[in-house]
């Protein structure tokens, strides 16, 4: 026997199983950067001598950041519904898209914040904004890092199923878009917590 | 999946890396029972301790017993049941293990245990028993095994996903134990781990890792069951025609989903504290050994143990939610009423499982929170006491005016009504500021908790494997063999856990060495350590006749009827065991409520109306 609904949706709930799974799991993830956001104000309120964040960030970097994971959602959706316009061609390029401005991300990230901050001293056992900074923008990174892995298998040896099961493809994809967009909102609130705040 | 297909699998596809729930479930369970095992055995060397205090511990002995029940399961599975006979290897693990302890000067050099090894299996046990025995058991096996079955499902939603969260529990499990061989030993801050002294505590590193295996597997697996729950209910199967124990699993799942991530948050940050020098929970010039540690410090203590607790209060109600949906299930059964008051059950279950969030700080009441904070927590403790005893007086109706059956998982439900009822009120001290403080961190709080999960949670498991037993594999467990294990296991369990309420009382705290003999307070209830120690012995020794029970009834030729219980839910409409793939021959279509017993239909008494039976019920 089959399991339904992994394709097609249940007609009470109006929902297949990986997209209420993918709901669900991102119900989880609130649960985790709530949890590191409640950590942060507990320190930063108890704190004596919390420094002046927007002076030991780099707020440039950090601004294009924002606008590259903005441009990165929009080119996601339009992946998903370049799919449901039956143009793989469009897809592929969105999608290429999505991952290129994932990848910059990373790189502005590391290259340009993370290693200049290593050299000069400004590493997790400085001071406790530093420990919160690593940690809060690291796990984040990780999970930008998970969402290019998938979509790269997406775009690449995972899209051959859009000959053979175009419908459960699309729904791949927009489980994908759904994750995506998640991540790019988590990064909304880091931004400015950590960065102006 | 056909059924030709099946039958090509190769033996690793169908048995180590199987994606079906069954198996799973089964693997789950065999898994967490010998975790449950070896939890008990590090128990019994501490309680050696505390009864006998630096007098040396007969582990050769314990080692000569696990050695012979190995044995014995080689010898009673013969050369036909290569399967049964594999799990010798359990035994003679834990005879190893024990083994290993006594040797090297850090654990038990001449036999006689060191302070700082004690610590380590105290932590160790809380660990072992919550994380890796009681809830893999709970929601791992029971959940994965009944579930599906229960809801007329063919399978989980996710089955690799179903298989991931079993691995990834297994190597958690398996880092668990490894920590015991790495220099400095395993964890020994207790299961709460609390900072900033689990910061700098030897073996914490592993304990942390291996939790974050654990977290991560229970993250997948609550996913899995709530859109399995959801999604894959048969046709007809209503949500209030949902058998509770169903339902219980699903709200546990939402607790464990919800909850989990603070603590996972909680890991990497102390992780973090010790391996990049982080201070997340340590304070400015902490001092170790008379010498100012190097941590730039800034960090919260108490931060810790939010996070901690924020997971470790919900987990409370994963340990117990899953045992009173056994306990329903049986209890409904053997009555042969319908459940008293099914809807104020679920509304309940809803309402505890909101409340669980609420309530954690209770916990913290000597922490010095502040008293607006405090009233709000001991307030909100007070209101989640009222839906379990709503569950408790439902299941006492239930059994009220029923022409009960003495079976041996009811004989495990009957005895749980009183157990969950003396573990649940000792609990209201404790959800009360001021006796807290008196009874904080004494034996009291022991005794109230191994009241909730021993008593509890364990004894409606072995009714779920008595009552499950012959669904599983065809066949039913020895009566006999069952009630001694019942009658031994209840007395074992009194005998150990309430001398432990008295010995608070009197002001005797936990995680003592010696067991309070340095204290004079302690003086007057120091004799019953040694009665607790009996107790330990008592359930130890009732636990061999449920081996034995397992293992002769697997070598047994009959097979049981197919429902052998009269039992009216799903789980019961296709063959035992079910099928491989698919688990249903015809895919069931749901007619009724789970629990119609005696009902009456064109004026005649039908005694069960199975769930899939089409019939019209008269009121």
Redesign the interface.
Known sequence: ??????VSE?PD?G?T?PK??IW??L???V??F???FS?YI??RT????WPVQSDELNITIGAINTAILIASSLTMVLSWTALKEKQFKRFKLFIGLTILFAVLFLVLKIWLEYIPKIHHGH??????FF??YY?MTG?HALHILGGVVVMIFFWGPGSKMWQTNPDQFVNRIEVVGLYWHFVDLVWIFLFPTLYLL | MSTTEHSRQSFWRQYIFSVDHKVIGLQYGLTSLSFLLLGFMLMVLMRWQLAYPGEVIPWLTFVVIFILLGLGILLLSGKSRPYLALNSLIFFGIAALIWYFSTGEERLPGGIMLPEFYNQLGAMHGTIMVFLGVVPLAVGAFGNYILPLQIGAPDMAFPRLNMASYWVYFIGGTLMIISFFLPGGAAQSGWTSYSPLADINTGQTMWLVAMLFIIVSSLLGAINFIVTTVQLRAEGMTWFRLPFFVWTQLITAFLLLLAFPSLQIGAIMQLLDRVAGASFFIPAGIIQGGKVLEYSGGGNPLLWQHLFWFLAHPEVYVLILPAIGIITEVVTNNTRKPLWGYPAMVYSLFFIGFMSFLVYAHHMFITGMGTAVTTWFQTTTLIISIPSIIFLAVIVFTLWGGSIRFTTPMLFALAWVPMFGIGGLTGLPLGLAPPDIHLHDTYYVIGHFHYIVAPGSIIAFFAGIYYWFPKICGKKLNDNLGKVHFWGTIIGMNLTFAPMLVQGMAGVSRRLYDGGLGYDHAQPVLFLNEWMTWGAWIIGIFQIFFILNIVLTLRKKSRSEENPWDATTLEWATTSPPIAHGNFITEPFVYHGPYEYNVSVNGQNVPYLPQHKKMDIED
């Open positions: 026997m089959e399991i339904p609904f992994t249940r709930t929902l199983n209420f799974g669900l799991f119900a989880s993830e649960m985790l709530g949890s590191l950590s507990i320190l108890g704190s004596l001598d590493i997790l056992s400085t001071n406790t420990a919160m940690l796990l």
